[in-house]
C-alpha cells in the first residue's frame, strides 16, 4: 500500500511561492488498478515524482508497505519495487534497447526474453532491439520503448505516465491490451496517469488530480459517468472513433 | 618472446591474444621483436636513417589486414618512429595500429608515431588505433601521433582512434588531402582522468570534387583533465564535410572544442557542430528509477556514449 499524507512540493518562482502539489492526501490499496485523471498541469505528473523520489516533498510523508520512504532516494525506491514509465522518454547515446531492458531487469536477459517485452508493446523486436535508444527512434517508438522498460521490471507498484501519450491509434489498440492484461504481467498495483477512455474504462479507481489536490477518488463506476461529461476526459470521445481491428502485429 | 606484461599490451591495444594472421609488425621498447610478410604485403626497415618501417601493399590486396602495434615497458623511453603505408589502387585492407605503455618507473615514457598514407585510387582502408597506458611509476605516459592521409580519387578510408585509459598527455594531429569522390570517415573516442591531457587537432582538405569527410569525435573529460578539440575542414571543390565534437565534462575538467570551416567553393557545403555539457540529469533519473546507484548510473551512461 501506498499511503501520501499531507504531501506538498513548493517550487519559488518570481512571483514568490507556489503548491504544485498542496496538502495532498492520497491511498493507493494494494492490487488495485489506478487511474489518476484531471486536467493539463493539475499536478499529475509532479505527483508521479514525487512518488518515484525525483521531486523531494516540500513537506508531508510517504509510506510505502508502512515504511516511511519520504527521505529515501530514487534508486532505493526503485529497489524496493517502485516504477516509473516517463511522460517523456530519455534519449541515451549509445544505449542500446537490449541494453535498457537488461538494466531495467537486473539480469543478462536473454535476446529472446527481450523481444518478448518488445512484442508486449506492439514493437517488431527484431528490428528494435540493437537499435540506440535516441533521436533516430520516434516519438511513439521511445514511448513503448519506455513502457516495456517498466513491464520487464514487474515491481509491485508501477507508475505510467500518460502511456498513450504519441502512440497513433493503431498501436494503441494493442496498448490498451498491455494493460488491460497488466495485472497478469506485473502481479502488483498499477498507477496510470491518463485522459483516455478505453483506460479510465478498465480502472478499479479513478482519482482526479486540480490544482495540486485530490478533486474526486472513487470507484470507476461511480466517477466515470460524472466525469465524461466533464473537461477531464475531453479526449474520452476521441478513442470511440479508433478502429476495432487493425492493430499491426509482427 | 614476449613476457607477460607485453602480451596484456598487445591485448589492449590491438585486441591480440597471440600472433596475429597476416602481415605484423610488433615492436617492444624501441626494438622490433616480430615481423611477418604476405605475398601481398611487404614490411621493410626504413634505410634512410630514420627508425620506422614503410608498408608496401600490393594493388587490388582485399580482405588483408596489418598489425603494426607498439609496446614500450620499460621506463624512460623516448622515441619517435616513421611508418610510411604505400596502398595501391584498388585494395580493401585493415590496418591497425596502437600503443600500449606501461610505466612503473620514474621516468617519462613517450612514443611519437608518425603515420604517413597513402592510399591509392579507390581503394578502401579501415585503419586503427588505440592508445592504452597503466603503470604506477611516476613516469609519465606520453604519446604524440602524426598521421597524415592522402587519399586519391574515389578511396575511402575509415579511421578509429580510441583513448580510453592510463595515457597522461596527448597530442594528437591528423592532416588529410582528399582528391575527386574521396571520402574519409574519424570516429574518435577519448576518455582522460586526473591531470591528463589531450589534444586533437585535425584538419581535412577536400581538394577533389565529390570529396566527403565526416569527423566524429566523443570524449569524457573527469577529474581535472583538460581537452581540446580542434577540426578544421578546408573546402576547396565541391565537396560535403561533417564535423562532430561531442563531450561529457565532469568534476573539474576542462573541455574546449575549437571549430573551423574554410569554404574555397560555392559548392563546397561545411558543418560543424559542438555540444559540451555535463551528464543528463534526466538520463541519470532514468537509470536510477529502474535501481542503479548514481555511480552505476554514470558508468553505464558514459559506457554507452563512448561505444
Ligand atoms: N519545477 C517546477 N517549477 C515551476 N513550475 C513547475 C515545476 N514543475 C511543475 N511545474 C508546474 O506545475 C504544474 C503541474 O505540472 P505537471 O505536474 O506536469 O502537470 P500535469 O502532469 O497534471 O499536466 C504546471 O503548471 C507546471 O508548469
Ligand atoms: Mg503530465
Not at chain 1, 502539489?21 to 492520497?26: P, T
Not at chain 1, 523481444?115 to 535516441?134: P, T
Request: glycine share 10%; hydrophobic share 40%; aromatic share 4%.
Amino acid at each position: 500500500m501506498l499511503e501520501l499524507k499531507n504531501v506538498t512540493y513548493t517550487v519559488t518562482e518570481d512571483k514568490g511561492s507556489k503548491n504544485i502539489i498542496d496538502h495532498l492526501d492520497l491511498v493507493i490499496p494494494d492490487g488495485k488498478f489506478v487511474v489518476i485523471t484531471g486536467p493539463n498541469g493539475g499536478g499529475k505528473s509532479t505527483l508521479a515524482k514525487i512518488i518515484m523520489g525525483i521531486n523531494p516533498v516540500s513537506d508531508g510523508q510517504l509510506l510505502f508497505d508502512d515504511r516511511d520512504i519520504t527521505a529515501a532516494n530514487i534508486t532505493q525506491r526503485a529497489q524496493m519495487g517502485i516504477s516509473f514509465a516517463f511522460q517523456q522518454p530519455v534519449h541515451f547515446k549509445g544505449i542500446k534497447v537490449i541494453d535498457l531492458l537488461r538494466l531495467a531487469t537486473g539480469v543478462n536477459l536473454s535476446v529472446g526474453k527481450a523481444c518478448e517485452y518488445l512484442s508486449l508493446v506492439g514493437l517488431c523486436a527484431k528490428e528494435y532491439i540493437q537499435r540506440e535508444v535516441n533521436a533516430s527512434l520516434s516519438g511513439g517508438e521511445l514511448k513503448r520503448i519506455e513502457i516495456a522498460t517498466v513491464l520487464a521490471r514487474g515491481t509491485k507498484f508501477s507508475i505510467f505516465d500518460e502511456p498513450e501519450a504519441g502512440i497513433d491509434i493503431w498501436s494503441f489498440q494493442n496498448l490498451i491490451q498491455v494493460f488491460e492484461n497488466i495485472r497478469k504481467t506485473v502481479q502488483g498495483t498499477v498507477l496510470i496517469i491518463s485522459h483516455q477512455e478505453r483506460i479510465l474504462n478498465i480502472a478499479d479507481e479513478i482519482v482526479v488530480i486540480e490544482n495540486g489536490r485530490v478533486a474526486k477518488q472513487g470507484p470507476r463506476d461511480e466517477l466515470l459517468p460524472e466525469l465524461l461529461g466533464t473537461a477531464s476526459a475531453v479526449n474520452a470521445g476521441c478513442s470511440r472513433l479508433t478502429p476495432e481491428k487493425g492493430a499491426v502485429k509482427c | 618472446m614476449l613476457d607477460k606484461i607485453q602480451m596484456q599490451m598487445l591485448t589492449e591495444v590491438a585486441d591480440l591474444h597471440g600472433v596475429p594472421e597476416g602481415a605484423y609488425n610488433i615492436r617492444v621498447n624501441g626494438e622490433k621483436a616480430a615481423r611477418n610478410t604476405t605475398a601481398n604485403i611487404d614490411i621493410a626497415t626504413k634505410t634512410d636513417g630514420k627508425s620506422g618501417i614503410d608498408i608496401r601493399i600490393k594493388a587490388g590486396t582485399k580482405n588483408e589486414s596489418v598489425h603494426i602495434p607498439v609496446v614500450l615497458s620499460e621506463s624512460g623511453i623516448k622515441e619517435t618512429v616513421y611508418n610510411d603505408f604505400f596502398v595501391g589502387e584498388d585494395c580493401d585492407v585493415v590496418i591497425v595500429a596502437g600503443c600500449g605503455i606501461h610505466n612503473c618507473g620514474s621516468q617519462d615514457s613517450q612514443h611519437d608515431g608518425v603515420h604517413r598514407f597513402f592510399v591509392g585510387k579507390n581503394s578502401r582502408v579501415r585503419y586503427v588505433e588505440k592508445h592504452y597506458g597503466e603503470g604506477d611509476g611516476r613516469g609519465k605516459r606520453v604519446l604524440n601521433p602524426v598521421t597524415e592521409v592522402y587519399q586519391e580519387a574515389g578511396s575511402y578510408v575509415d579511421m578509429e582512434m580510441v583513448q580510453i585509459k592510463g595515457v597522461d598527455s596527448t597530442r594528437r594531429v591528423t592532416r588529410a588531402e582528399l582528391a575527386e569522390n574521396a571520402t574519409m570517415v574519424v570516429h574518435e573516442r577519448l576518455m582522460t582522468h586526473a591531470d591528463q591531457s589531450a589534444e586533437s587537432v585535425y584538419e581535412v582538405a577536400l581538394n577533389g570534387s565529390g570529396s566527403s569527410t565526416d569527423v566524429i569525435s566523443r570524449s569524457v573529460a573527469r577529474d581535472s583533465s583538460r581537452q581540446v578539440f580542434e577540426a578544421a575542414i578546408i573546402g576547396n571543390a565541391a565537396c560535403s564535410g561533417h564535423a562532430e565534437c561531442d563531450a561529457i565534462i565532469m568534476d573539474q575538467a576542462h573541455v574546449a572544442a575549437v571549430p573551423k570551416l574554410d569554404a574555397r567553393n560555392v559548392d563546397a557545403a561545411l558543418i560543424h557542430e559542438a555540444a559540451i555539457g555535463k551528464i543528463a540529469g534526466d538520463q541519470l533519473i532514468k537509470l536510477m528509477s529502474l535501481g542503479l546507484t548514481e555511480a552505476e548510473a554514470e558508468e553505464q551512461i558514459i559506457g554507452g556514449f563512448l561505444r
